[in-house]
Structure formats: structure tokens, C-alpha cells
């Protein structure tokens, strides 16, 4: 696999921006949506079509759709307005993100894929792109145009990297979010983000496991746990009147190796007696309504509060996710709340109350294990970790869009005995994409998530190289699902887990057997051990 | 929304400092008149063209000083071909124009002109012609 | 005959002309500007924020003992003003920037300073040279403007001194202009709106400064001129040249475009959500003012279709639809 | 509606060359689906795999935990991969006629 890698360059970019023309290359777009699951969420135009053909079977009043749709969003959306206005292209974003820096195709610079669909705002909302046309930086809406939205608003991870560098804090994310909200009126959206949204809907979760593939997925998990700690925890499903309600991505509960983070979850749980329960009805923290419009995140987000005021619970507690974080924090109560059937969250384990999450009455299980180690409430062993050197990576919306940057790094410090940071520019607010973020995790779009997460691969090689790093831990389940594609292109030999694996790992449960493996069932020492290529690289 | 009358009160206070000088002015009665020049001796014609004068007697000052400091050039031969004493006190202010109060600092303080350094080694010659003359003397020398 | 009738008619015809130029132009450009700038900002006004959807560049304020970024990811209205001051005054977010160099098919990231230093000196000087301007439009003239004239010619170089704004506000918009035209990526986004703006920037400080230690002018006159506009008696000077004129004209065009271009970002910047709101959205609700009802799968509906599942797995069915 | 066709066998496939309707499944459908995962002929511990895959697919309706299907066959992932160089979640499911699971997976 090495030796077909892509060679990252920098070529000054040449065409012109205002020539809509896309090329659909294999390996960096997404399927269509299949017409079965648009249908299922109500939402317009289901057909089979292929963004390769030169046919999209768009609605015949296609303009007018889009035309109007982002009038109603300019009028709905203060940031969609502004964004459209004051940009000034001084070009701070452009090699802020990741797409870009993998891909070198300039569409990709932050200002270019906004200047897409400002170049339309221009040419139809402002008197002087109205008068001036094309002199005013105005652009005919076209079916051309479509398609180049579709190729560019599939390939931003809405992950805010280019934000926190914009003077006037420009997000692209809200640019594509809009743009994806427009395309969905006509019918072009994804298959990997609508079926999951469809299932999401209909079943409870993104993957589409029933209740009883539930309960059985949790019941084998906690077989698992007890060969490794000879310890049987409780899988308590939609308890009424536990005092928590704990929500996680499904994947925790499917894929690998989400699911070892859930080991971890389930033994810190058992361990500190918390009085909690799973739900089968939102067996999903995720959201990939996020990826889809404004509306489908409200209509998959109302389970949560639905479920919480149902069993009456005091409070919620969120698992590992990244964009399940960014809907939890920044639009959960503002959307389904007010959560006043929820009490402030206190923790039961050591009186704390969550001040910062006093109103939305979600924490995130990274602040929950913090406060916990703070007040040493649970014991743990980190030499149980000694197999793995281990880095953070941020996942992008908990870093940008909530500020968790020390609670997972005060757990981690806590459970391992190696953990080496990734350069300055690369972790915390200035974090690099996975390259799969929003939906784009796909396998036919390969090509682009390699690209998209180099620049994080990059870091990885840094401290891999530098410390030895062979273990990267995150807190996000698409980070979980394609990083490991990831690093075996770019950086062969990191492995990569949740946090709480790690933390369920050095956890000295009461009553556990003398623990011979680790959450993954591995023996708990490297066979052997590996000699740090720090000292070949900085002697 | 909450934020607007936020948004509408900084706007406004925008657009007031924007408009300062038209209250200030409207306020202020101020007069488009412009400061009143009056030459003390009534002469017609100054040491160049009075548009010159106006615009660069800065110029001609500096000039007029480098080269008496520097190069001993003590006259100052105009267009004309009359001959001036090269001397801010003794030829411009004696001769014409009064005292610095009361003709540069019109105009100078009218268009907040900071005075440049002149002043920093010239005095403004008193009212009366003998003492200027007296004064004259004294910096001449 | 003619010319006894010609010349007076010229003449006043001459006389309107200069009028327009000065008077009407100014005045109509600087309605516009202050019409257009509120037209905008009143448009973003009436665009509600729905979600409360700050950046955050820093910690957030959670546990007490977790020490958080209360200027990057501020948690209460005040830190959002910090937050705000920093940008509007210092760039913050642009102080920010690095630039990605591929060496040795790795990225490096180095600090890259320049765009923030050149952005800051023009912003900076440009607001100096504008109050500094007060001079000819109050009388008497404002101590603070004396002041700022005093400072601003520090060094005393020249006569009339030299004024420093004046000197960095030109090169930093060279500099904003050199970049746009050397650095490719920059110039494949540049549009011909980057290039005008700048272009009538340059041209108003060079003819600005053209007239201040080259071509001289009359500043009596320029201020009366002023004077009349400001308090709505125009008058109109003999003797202000051409190029004054250019000056007042490119000023006057700059104000007119002002509202419809990039440049309103002056008003957007105070505006933008990612940067203005606090990041408090689990501490505080924050109301969407177009809030909607959704078509959600209930928990009713999904316990009707998934009850023999429910049943066989042991999952508690909620009672109270049971009977 | 794409079609993947073996000889004169045709199935309605979705882009990703999945079976569209997973109820059509028969034995030879898996053979016939192999061929695209690059497996000449399905041995006995591919039919394993398959059959375990299979049996919970109509027991859930979904594709067993990537961890169960391990555990359940004795197979290590590793060992799963080089059975199925897809993976258990893609190649597995393709040849045993179920839906590709999607999400954070």
C-alpha cells in the first residue's frame, strides 16, 4: 500500500474559480441517496440517479426551488446573511483546510467553496450583482452550479477549522450546512447520510439495530467484559426512574473499536454503582440530520428529551461522539427543550453539580470521568496501558464546538503512563479532521478521505516518529470508524481508541479477577517491546 | 430578536460619531467664512504670489532658513527682482504681517495647522514698529 | 454677441460644474454610505441567530478546577465583549494564522504573521488619518485631533511634518496589494471588487498625501469647503486644484460603494455569531424565534411497531400505552 | 436501478454492489456475489462466516457486531480480512446478501 500513495504537493492552483465544470472522479464524491430512504424521511424528489451521469432528473422549477430556499434561509439565518456579506478573501482560510491541503484542488479553499454559493447570493439577493453581474463577483445559477455544489458541499467536513481563523469568524460549516439544506430540496443528497438519517428515524439508531439486536449486542458486550474481569454488569434498558439516562453512537455498540470504548463504559459504570439506564429507542447520540437540514437534526434529536421525560430520569449522559456533541451542546435544547422536567446534573458519585450544563442537563462522560479522577473516586492502573504509547486527537466538534479540550486529556493523563501531544497547530481549537467528518466516511469516496486526513496523518507520523506513538485516542465514533483506514495508509501501525477504552482499561474494578488482557482481549504487554524510533530520529 | 436593539443602539451611536462634525457644527454656529487675514502694512505684493504664499510658505520658510543658517544667503531676490531681507521677524512679521497671533496663527489654528517648529527659536515681534525693529536688530545679530 | 453671451453662460455652466463635483457629490456619496451601511446592518438585524453557535478557540468553563479560556471561548456576555474587543481592535483570530508548507512530503506550519501586522497597520492608520481629517471638518479644532496630529508627526521630519499614518497606511496597502498579485492562491480568489477596493484606498491616501508634501493646497479653502458641507451651507472655494479634487472624488466613490461591497465587513464584524456569543448553551436556553413542530417517530409509534421485538427481548414496555 | 449479472443470473444491485432485496438470498447468490470480493470459491470457513452472518441477519435484521462475529465463528479479525479483503462489515455482509451497515462504522 505504500508504494501507490498519493503524493501531496503544492501546485498553484490555475483554472477559474467561476467556471463551474466538475469532474466526478471516482474515489471523491458519494453515492446518491437511494430513493427508498429519501422517501422514508419525507423529504422532496426520490429517484434513482447517479451524480455521474450527466442527467440528475432535477425538479423542472429547480431554480426557482433553490432561489427560494435561499431566500428563506438568508432570512432565517443571521450567520447564512453575514457569511454571505463580509467576506473579504483575504485567503487566512486557505490552507487551513485539511480537504485543501490533501487535495490541492483551490475549490477546496475555504473562501472558494463559500464564494460558490455567494457568487449565486450576488447575482440574485444584492443590487450590485443585480446591476453588475459577473464585475460584482455574481454567478448565474446553472445546473453546472448544482453539480459543483454537490461535489464541494460533500467534501467539507463542516469540522470549523477555517473559523477559528477567519477574522470575522466565517464558518464554512454553516455555508455547507445551508448548501446541503439546498441541494436536499432538490434531491440530491448522500446514501451515507440519508439511510443512517432514515434508519436513525424509523429504528432509533443510524445502523438500524432493533430492540432486541440491542439488548443482544449489550448482553454479548458484557459476556466480553466479564471473561476479561470476571465481573457481570447490569444492561438496565429503558428502566423508568433511573437517575440517569445514558445515550451513546450506535457504532459503540456494533463496530470496532467503538465497541471497546463501550467495555469501558459499562465496567466505569458498574464501578461507581451509577443508577442509569439505556435506551432502545434512543439507542442513537449521533445525528446525521446535522448532515442533512436544520429540520431532520431537530426531528432525530426530539428522541433524546422524548425518552428522558418518558422514563424520568434526572439527567442525561453522553457517550464518546463528535457531532453527537456539537448537536447535544449547541442546538439539543434550543431545538426540543426546555428540558424542565430534567434536574441540574449532579453526580451521585461525588456531589458535583454540573454548572455548565445546568440548563441542557446533558454531560458528556468525559467531564463525568474528570470530575470522578478529581476527587479520586475511582482507582486506576495505568501500567495496564504500558502496551501503548498514546496521543489525543481532537475530534472537531467537541474542540470547536463546546471547548472540550482538558477533560479528555486529564482522563487519558490519568490512565496511561505514555501520552505525547501531536504538534501545537495540529490538536486542541486547531485540530485536524479525521477527513471523514459529516457523512463523508464512505467507502466509494475513499480517495478524498485520504486526502482530507492527511494533514492529521501528518501529526500522527510526527509523534509516531518522535515518542513511538502507536495508539491514538479520540472521542469521536466517525473518528473511530475511519482513522484506522487512515493511519494504515499514512502512518502503518497506529492503532486507535476511545478514550474511555483506555480509562476501562486501568480501571481497578472491586471483585475483579487479576486482569491477564486487556478490553480487546490482548495480552496486556506488548510481546515485544518496542524500542522508540525517538532515538534513531532525535539520537 | 433580543440582540437587536443592540444592534440598532450601536448603530446609532455609529452614525452620531460618523456625524460629529454636522452637530458639532450646526451646535457651534460655525461660519464658512474662514479666518480674516489682514496684512498690518498695506502692501500688494508679498515675496512670491500670494496663491504660492498660501499654499507653500512653508516651503519657502524652510528654504529661507537652511539657506541663512547654513549658507550664510542672507537676501532673498523675488520674481520681481526686488530684494528682501531674509528674516521671519524682521522682514515678514515687521515689515507686513504683525505678529504671529494675529496673522499666522489665524489660518494656522483655523485648519489645526500644529505650528511647526519656527517658534521654537523665533519670538512673535511686539506691537510696536520701533521695539520690532529693536528686536530685529537684536536677532540679527 | 455670442461670445458677450457665451462666456457668462460658460461661466456659471463652469460654476454648477464645480458645484456638482464638490458639493453634490460629496453630499450624495455620504448619504448613500450612511443609507447603505444601515440598510445592511438593519438587514442582518432582522435575520434572527436561531442557534447559539459560537467558534471556540479555547477550554470551555466546565468544572471549577479546569482552568478555561475566558477571551477564546468566553462563558458569560462580559468575555463575549472581551472576546469581541480583541478582534475588532487586535485581530485576534487572524493573529492566528500560520501557513502550511509541504517539506519532504510533510506539512510544517509556520507562523505567518505578516497579513495580521499588514491588516492592523492599515485598519489602524486608516482610523488615525480619518480623525486626524476632523481638523477640517470642526472648528475649533478638537484638542484631541491636535493631539493625535502632534503624535502622529512625532519625528518631525519635513515641512509640513510627516505624518507616520501616512507612511504606514501606504505600505501596509501596498503590501495588502503585492500579496494579492505575487501570492497565487490569493490572486486565483481575488475579484475585481478586491482590486477596486483597494485600488480607490491607494488612490485617496496617495492623492492625500500628494497634496500634503507635493502638489500643495490651500487648506483654508478645503476647510471652508468642508466647514460649508458639514453644517449644511455649502460653499464653494476658489483655488482647492485638481487634485483635491481626485481626492474628494475617490473619497466620495469609496463612500458610495462602501454599502455594497466586502467593506461592509466594518459593521458585519460586530454582527458574526461564531465570534459575539457567549458559549454557554447548556448553561443558558437560548430560544429560536422560528422554532417549528417536526414530524418526529414517537415513542408510541416506534413501541407499536417494534413491540414483538420489545416483548421477546424483555425491554419494559411503557405501561401506561398498555392499557 | 443497476443490475449485477452472472452468466444468465441477474440481481438488482445498489451502487455498492449490494443485493437490493436481502430476502433473494440463496446459496448461490453468495457464490455469485464472491466473484466480486475477488473469492474464486467460498470454503468452508467462508460458509461459516456467511451462514453465522446470515443467521442473525434473520434473527435482527441487521449484521451481527463486528466483535460477535469474531467471537462467535473463532475467527480473528485479522483472519476475517484475509478471508474477505473487505472486511467483515462490507465484503462478509455483500456475499451474505445483507444491507451495508452505515454510519460511524
Request: hydrophobic share 40%.
Amino acid at each position: 500500500m505504500t508504494d501507490n500513495r498519493h503524493k501531496i504537493e503544492q501546485v498553484p492552483p490555475r483554472s477559474d474559480w467561476r467556471d463551474p465544470a466538475v469532474e466526478f472522479r471516482k474515489g471523491t464524491y458519494c453515492h446518491s441517496a437511494g430513493a427508498k430512504y429519501v422517501e422514508a424521511l419525507g423529504l422532496p424528489n426520490p429517484r434513482d440517479w447517479n451524480p455521474a451521469d450527466a442527467d440528475w432528473k432535477l425538479p423542472s422549477d429547480w431554480k426557482e426551488i433553490i432561489l427560494n430556499g435561499m431566500a428563506e434561509r438568508l432570512e432565517r439565518f443571521r450567520s447564512f446573511k453575514l457569511f454571505m456579506d463580509v467576506c473579504v478573501r483575504c485567503g487566512a482560510c486557505a490552507d487551513k483546510c485539511h480537504y485543501y491541503l490533501g487535495s490541492n484542488d483551490p475549490k477546496n479553499m475555504p473562501m472558494v467553496r463559500a464564494e460558490l454559493i455567494r457568487s449565486v447570493y450576488r447575482r440574485y439577493f444584492t443590487p450590485a450583482g443585480r446591476v453588475f453581474g459577473s464585475l460584482a463577483g455574481g454567478r448565474e445559477l446553472t445546473e453546472e452550479v448544482i453539480k459543483e455544489w454537490f461535489y464541494y458541499f460533500y467534501q467539507c467536513s463542516e469540522c470549523r477549522r477555517c473559523s477559528v481563523f477567519c477574522p470575522f469568524g466565517i464558518d464554512t460549516a454553516e455555508i455547507t450546512m445551508i448548501g446541503r439544506e439546498l441541494l436536499n430540496l432538490l434531491g440530491c443528497n448522500i446514501n451515507w447520510i440519508t439511510k443512517p438519517a432514515a434508519d436513525c428515524f424509523r429504528v432509533g439508531n443510524h445502523l438500524g439495530i432493533q430492540p432486541h439486536a440491542f439488548k443482544d449486542s449489550l448482553e454479548f458486550a458484557a459476556d466480553e467484559l466479564e471473561e476479561v474481569t470476571g465481573i457481570r454488569v447490569d444492561i438496565p434498558i429503558g428502566k423508568k426512574g433511573a437517575e440517569v439516562l445514558f445515550v451513546m453512537p450506535s457504532a459503540d455498540f456494533f463496530a470496532t473499536p467503538h465497541y471497546y470504548t463501550l467495555l469501558g463504559y459499562m465496567s466505569l459504570f458498574h464501578e461507581i454503582g451509577l443508577d442509569f439506564t439505556y435506551s432502545a429507542y434512543a439507542s442513537e447520540g449521533g445525528n446525521f440530520g446535522l448532515f442533512t437540514s436544520h429540520e431532520m437534526m431537530k426531528r432525530l434529536n426530539a428522541k433524546i428529551y422524548d425518552e428522558a421525560r418518558r422514563l424520568g430520569v434526572k439527567w442525561i449522559l453522553g457517550g464518546e461522539c463528535g457531532h453527537m456533541w456539537r448537536v447535544l451542546h449547541q442546538y439539543m435544547e434550543t431545538m426540543n427543550g426546555p428540558a424542565d422536567f430534567l434536574e441540574a446534573p449532579v453526580s451521585p458519585v461525588t456531589g458535583t453539580r454540573f454548572e455548565n450544563a445546568r440548563s441542557t442537563s446533558m454531560v458528556h462522560i468525559c467531564e463525568f470521568t474528570a470530575d470522578l479522577l478529581y476527587h479520586d473516586k475511582i482507582t486506576l492502573d495505568p501500567k495496564r496501558n504500558d502496551k501503548w504509547s498514546v496521543t489525543y486527537h481532537d475530534s472537531c466538534n467537541p474542540a470547536r464546538g463546546m471547548g472540550l479540550l482538558e477533560e479528555p486529556r486529564y482522563v487519558l493523563k490519568r490512565a496511561c503512563n505514555n501520552f505525547h501531544e501531536m504538534p501545537e497547530n495540529t490538536i486542541r481549537e486547531q485540530t485536524f479532521c479525521c477527513g471523514s467528518g459529516s457523512g463523508l466516511g464512505t467507502d466509494e469516496n475513499l480517495e478524498m478521505r485520504l486526502r482530507g486526513g492527511f494533514p492529521r496523518a501528518n501529526a500522527v507520523r510526527h509523534v509516531r516518529e518522535k515518542h513511538g506513538v502507536n495508539l491514538l485516542s479520540c472521542i469521536c465514533a466517525i473518528d473511530k470508524a475511519t482513522m484506522p483506514t487512515l493511519l494504515e495508509y499514512w502512518v502503518p501501525g497506529v492503532e486507535v481508541a476511545g478514550v474511555h477504552e483506555l480509562l476501562g482499561n486501568a480501571l481497578v474494578m472491586t471483585g475483579e479477577k487479576e486482569r491477564t488482557t486487556n478490553l480487546r482481549g490482548e495480552p496486556l504487554q506488548a510481546a515485544v517491546p518496542e524500542t522508540s524510533p525517538a532515538e534513531v530520529v532525535h539520537g | 430578536m433580543g440582540d437587536r436593539p443592540l444592534i440598532y443602539g450601536g448603530l446609532c451611536l455609529f452614525v452620531a460619531l460618523v456625524t460629529f462634525p454636522v452637530w458639532k457644527g450646526v451646535a457651534a454656529q460655525s461660519s464658512t467664512k474662514g479666518p480674516e487675514v489682514k496684512a498690518v502694512v498695506d502692501k500688494k505684493q508679498c515675496v512670491a504670489p500670494r496663491a504660492y504664499m498660501r499654499e507653500a510658505h512653508m516651503e519657502l520658510l524652510v528654504a529661507w532658513r537652511d539657506g541663512k543658517v547654513r549658507r550664510q544667503e542672507r537676501h532673498y531676490t523675488a520674481r520681481d527682482g526686488t530684494v528682501y531681507n531674509v528674516s521671519l521677524t524682521g522682514t515678514c512679521l515687521t515689515q507686513c504681517h504683525g505678529s504671529k497671533e494675529k496673522f499666522c496663527d489665524s489660518c494656522h489654528e483655523y485648519a489645526g495647522v500644529s505650528a511647526p517648529n519656527c517658534w521654537g527659536c523665533h519670538t512673535s515681534p511686539p506691537a510696536e514698529p520701533a521695539k520690532m525693529a529693536a528686536a530685529a536688530a537684536g536677532e540679527m545679530r | 454677441m455670442a461670445a458677450l453671451v457665451a462666456v457668462p453662460l460658460l461661466a456659471s455652466a463652469a460654476g454648477v460644474g464645480k458645484g456638482i463635483l464638490l458639493v453634490g457629490i460629496p453630499y450624495a456619496a455620504f448619504a448613500i454610505f450612511l443609507g447603505g451601511l444601515c440598510w445592511r446592518v438593519v438587514g442582518w438585524a432582522r435575520s434572527p441567530v436561531p442557534f447559539r453557535i459560537p467558534t471556540t478557540c479555547g477550554q470551555q468553563t466546565s468544572l471549577p478546577w479546569i482552568k478555561s479560556a475566558p477571551l477564546d471561548n468566553p462563558s458569560t456576555g462580559l468575555g463575549a465583549v472581551g472576546r469581541m474587543a480583541l478582534e475588532v481592535l487586535l485581530f485576534r483570530s487572524l493573529f492566528r494564522n500560520n501557513r502550511a508548507e509541504i517539506y519532504d512530503q510533510r506539512y510544517v506550519f509556520g507562523d505567518s504573521k505578516w497579513l495580521w501586522l499588514g491588516a492592523l497597520a492599515f485598519h489602524w492608520s486608516l482610523l488615525v488619518i480619518l480623525l486626524r481629517h476632523l481638523r477640517l471638518f470642526v472648528q475649533p479644532v478638537p484638542a484631541f485631533v491636535l493631539f493625535m496630529g502632534k503624535v502622529d508627526s512625532f519625528f518631525q521630519i519635513g515641512a509640513p511634518a510627516l505624518y507616520l499614518s501616512n507612511v504606514v497606511v501606504l505600505c501596509a496597502l501596498a503590501y495588502l496589494l503585492l500579496r494579492r498579485l505575487w501570492d497565487l492562491r490569493l490572486r486565483y480568489i481575488s475579484q475585481f471588487s478586491d482590486y477596486f477596493a483597494l485600488l480607490l484606498l491607494l488612490g485617496t491616501a496617495l492623492t492625500g498625501v500628494l497634496m500634503r508634501y507635493g502638489t500643495r493646497v490651500d487648506v483654508v479653502a478645503v476647510k471652508r469647503l468642508a466647514i460649508g458641507l458639514a453644517t449644511f451651507q455649502p460653499v464653494v472655494p476658489d483655488g482647492v486644484g485638481i487634485v483635491f479634487l481626485i481626492h474628494l472624488l475617490m473619497v466620495s466613490a469609496l463612500a458610495a460603494y462602501f454599502p455594497f461591497s466586502k467593506l461592509v465587513h466594518m459593521g458585519g464584524v460586530f454582527l458574526s455569531p461564531t465570534r459575539n456569543l457567549a458559549n454557554n448553551s447548556r448553561m443558558k436556553r437560548h430560544v429560536n424565534p422560528w422554532n417549528y413542530p417536526v414530524k418526529t417517530h414517537t415513542y408510541a409509534e416506534w413501541e407499536e411497531e417494534f413491540r414483538d421485538k420489545l416483548l421477546m427481548a424483555e425491554i419494559p414496555l411503557d405501561e401506561a400505552k398498555h392499557d | 436501478m443497476l443490475e449485477y449479472k452472472v452468466e444468465d443470473r441477474s440481481y438488482e444491485v445498489d451502487e455498492e454492489g449490494f443485493l437490493q432485496e436481502p430476502e433473494l438470498w440463496t446459496e448461490e447468490v453468495a457464490k455469485d456475489f464472491a466473484l466480486t470480493e475477488n473469492i474464486a470459491e467460498l470454503n468452508e470457513d467462508h460458509w461459516k462466516l456467511i451462514n453465522f452472518v446470515r443467521w442473525y441477519f434473520v434473527q435482527y435484521g441487521i449484521a451481527p457486531m463486528v466483535r460477535k462475529v469474531c467471537k462467535e465463528t473463532g475467527f480473528e479479525l485479522q483472519k476475517i480480512y484475509e478471508m474477505f479483503p473487505s472486511g467483515p462489515a462490507k465484503g462478509v455482509c455483500k456475499v451474505a446478501g445483507l444491507p451495508k451497515p452505515t454510519g460511524c462504522v
